[in-house]
């Protein structure tokens, strides 16, 4: 499969970003994967995203480690060493961090239509979360986009603590600004309490946002500002 890599800043991290030709892809191009074996019942389209997913990964690791999969479809990340992935479309993108006990997060959504948006709305924020859009002073469907985004974000980052799925409820948007924003819990998870507050990073690049959760158990939710560069 064609693909290219390259990297941004983002809170301070490196994200590495790989671009992908999905049209080039072919079932041999798997054999690169150790765990090539468990894919061999996927679609075409997830065969290429993983892919593109691990590669990323094996960059942003530098030493060639491919992570492989866990009972739950997640990343298998080596010990000592937390990360995430995410791609759509003809992208994928990888973080790690080396900080021990951090959890990080990362996510990219091709920002919603404005009637998709008030379509779909209720499912991702209830009537108090619309109110924090309302005002944030962004059109409506970029911060939807953001918001649910940023949920993806927190619960991959949760997800090898809690080792369970979470739904759009269990966090709620409380604060947007023009560089991150803020989920609280809305019960108890993981050795948190209902209430804890985590900021997230975004930016957006054409017609998608990004954003990404670094968490630092040491210093709390961290609170960098983000910078982009190619």
């Known amino acids: 499969m064609r693909t290219t890599h390259s990297t941004f800043s983002l809170a301070g991290h490196t994200i590495h970003l790989v671009t992908f030709d999905p049209a080039t892809f072919t079932d041999a191009d798997l054999l690169w994967l150790p765990h090539y074996a468990q894919l061999a ?32 479809g997640e990343p298998l990340w080596p010990e000592g060493i937390a990360g995430s992935i995410t791609h759509g479309g003809t992208q994928a993108m990888a973080v790690v961090t080396h900080e ?7 996510d990219c959504e091709a920002i919603l239509p404005d009637r998709e948006a008030r379509e779909i709305k209720d499912g991702i924020v209830d009537t108090l979360e619309e109110i924090v859009l309302s ?19 927190l619960f991959k980052a ?28 809305t019960r108890p998870l993981a050795g ?39």
């Open 100 to 106: 021990q006990h951090a959890l990080i997060g990362i």
């Open 41 to 72: 019942d996927a679609g075409r389209k997830r065969k290429a995203d993983h892919l593109a997913g691990r590669i990323a990964a094996s960059h942003a690791l530098r030493d060639h480690t491919v992570p492989g999969i866990g009972p739950s």
């Open 158 to 185: 949760l997800f090898p603590r809690v080792k369970t799925y979470l739904g759009f409820d269990s966090a709620r948007i409380t604060h947007i600004n023009e560089e991150s924003l803020t989920l609280a819990l």
């Open 135 to 153: 005002r944030s002073g962004k059109p409506f469907a970029l911060a939807l986009t953001l918001v649910f985004s940023a949920k993806e974000s």
């Open 192 to 230: 948190f309490d209902e209430g804890t507050p985590f900021t997230l990073h975004w930016l957006c690049d054409g017609a998608r946002a990004i954003t990404l959760l670094p968490y630092s158990p040491a210093a709390g939710p961290l609170r960098s500002s983000p910078q982009r560069s190619r």
